[in-house]
């Protein structure tokens, strides 16, 4: 199971970013889906999540109103939509997957960095 995740980059207080996870070797239906964030010094933290069935979501309470997490089954790809971003939200984000029975996500994407200036 391989995680692509781009979209990441440089952008002012304000602004909007859109990262993607190209999800391969597995369905993204067969699991969770998860966007994780990490800042210098700092623990990894859940950010968003997708159920696999799709009718689930939840979020930080740090970015609920601001961020939404999606997905499109056809291209095997989650989302994560970024609005109003913020310099606290710079952060090295992950993807990743963990199967639908598993407690821990164990497949994770290569981590997309976002920075925010203010």
């Known amino acids: 199971v391989q995680l692509q995740a781009s979209g990441g980059g440089l952008v002012q207080a304000g602004d909007s970013l859109r990262l993607s996870c190209v999800v391969s070797g597995r369905t993204i239906t067969s699991g969770d889906m998860g966007w994780f964030r990490q800042a210098p010094g700092k623990e990894r933290d859940l950010v968003a999540r997708i159920r696999w069935s799709g009718d689930f979501t939840n979020y930080a309470d740090s970015v609920k109103g601001r961020f939404t997490i999606s997905r499109d089954n056809a291209k095997n790809t989650v989302y994560l939509q970024m609005n109003r971003l913020k310099p606290e939200d710079t952060a090295v984000y992950y993807c990743?997957?963990?199967?639908?029975?598993?407690?821990?996500?164990?497949?994770w994407g290569q981590g997309t960095q976002v920075t925010v200036s203010s």
């Open positions: 990743a997957y963990r199967g639908r029975f598993n407690d821990e996500y164990n497949y």
